[in-house]
C-alpha cells in the first residue's frame, strides 16, 4: 500500500539549532515527493519538491531535503532553527500523476 | 498572480445543519481539489476536479457531502447533514492542465475551518 510516515509527531529545537524532520514513503509509481508547511490558521504552502531531477533539493527559507532511494526516505533539513519556522510540516508523495497522499504531519516548536 | 481564495474562513453550526463552503481556484488551473483535514492529520483528499467533471470522489462521504464546479472554474463543496465528526479545515487546492510536470505542486487555499456543534 502507498503511505506515508513522519517520525514524531512534535519536534521541538533551540534556535540556531539543526532542523531534521523525518519522511519514509512507499509508492507503486516513480516518487515524486513534497515537503508543505502550514502556520497557524493558513493553508498549505510548498516548500521544496523532488522529481527525479537531483537528490538533493533545496526549498524556501533555507530548508533542503535528500531523497534517498535506499532508505525510501525524503528527510527536511535546515541547519540553523529560526522562531518563524515553528509551524506544522507535511511530507506528501505522488501515488498517481495527478494525485498525492500526505503523512500525518510534524509539528515543530522553536525554544529561544 | 492571486491566490486560491476560500470562503467562508470560519464557520460553527449545529449537528444535522447544512453547510456550504466555495472555492475559487487560481485562473487557468484546470485541476480542483477538496481535502479535509481533521486536527492533528495531514489533509484527505475528498475529491477531485478536471475542469468541471470529477476525476476522483472515493473518498467523498456521498450520503451527506456534495461537490460541483458547474462551469469549470470555482467550486462548492457542501455538507448536509453535517455531524460531529465533520468538524475540520476544509481546504481547497489547485494545480496546472500538465499534471506530469507540476503533480503535486499543489496551491492550497486558507481553508474554511468548520465546528459542529
Known amino acids: 500500500a502507498q503511505s506515508v510516515t513522519q517520525l514524531g509527531s512534535h519536534v521541538s529545537v533551540s534556535e540556531g539549532a539543526l532542523v531534521l524532520l523525518r519522511c519514509n514513503y512507499s509508492?507503486?509509481?516513480?516518487?515524486?515527493l513534497f515537503w508543505y508547511v502550514q502556520y497557524p490558521n493558513q493553508g498549505l504552502q510548498l516548500l521544496l519538491k523532488y522529481t527525479s531531477a537531483a537528490t538533493l533539493v533545496k526549498g524556501i527559507n533555507g530548508f533542503e531535503a535528500e531523497f534517498k532511494k535506499s532508505e525510501t526516505s525524503f528527510h527536511l533539513t535546515k541547519p540553523s532553527a529560526h522562531m518563524s519556522d515553528a509551524a506544522e510540516y507535511f511530507c506528501?508523495?505522488?501515488?498517481?500523476?495527478?494525485?498525492?497522499?500526505f503523512g500525518p504531519g510534524t509539528s515543530l516548536s522553536v525554544i529561544p | 498572480e492571486a491566490g486560491v481564495a476560500q470562503s467562508p474562513r470560519y464557520k460553527i453550526i449545529e449537528k444535522r445543519q447544512s453547510v456550504a463552503f466555495w472555492c475559487n481556484p487560481i485562473s487557468g488551473h484546470a485541476t480542483l481539489y477538496w481535502y479535509q483535514q481533521i486536527l492533528g492529520q495531514g489533509p484527505k483528499l475528498l475529491i477531485q476536479f478536471q475542469n468541471n467533471g470529477v476525476v476522483d470522489d472515493s473518498q467523498l462521504p456521498k450520503d451527506r457531502f456534495s461537490a460541483e464546479r458547474l462551469k469549470g472554474v470555482d467550486s462548492t463543496l457542501k455538507i448536509q447533514p453535517a455531524k460531529l465528526e465533520d468538524s475540520a479545515v476544509y481546504l481547497c487546492?489547485?494545480?496546472?492542465?500538465?499534471?506530469?510536470?507540476?503533480?503535486?505542486?499543489?496551491?492550497f487555499g486558507s481553508g474554511t475551518r468548520l465546528t459542529v456543534v
Open positions: 506528501a508523495v505522488r501515488i498517481s500523476y495527478d494525485k498525492v497522499i
Open positions: 509508492s507503486s509509481v516513480p516518487p515524486y
Open positions: 487546492a489547485s494545480s496546472p492542465i500538465n499534471l506530469r510536470r507540476e503533480a503535486g505542486g499543489y496551491t
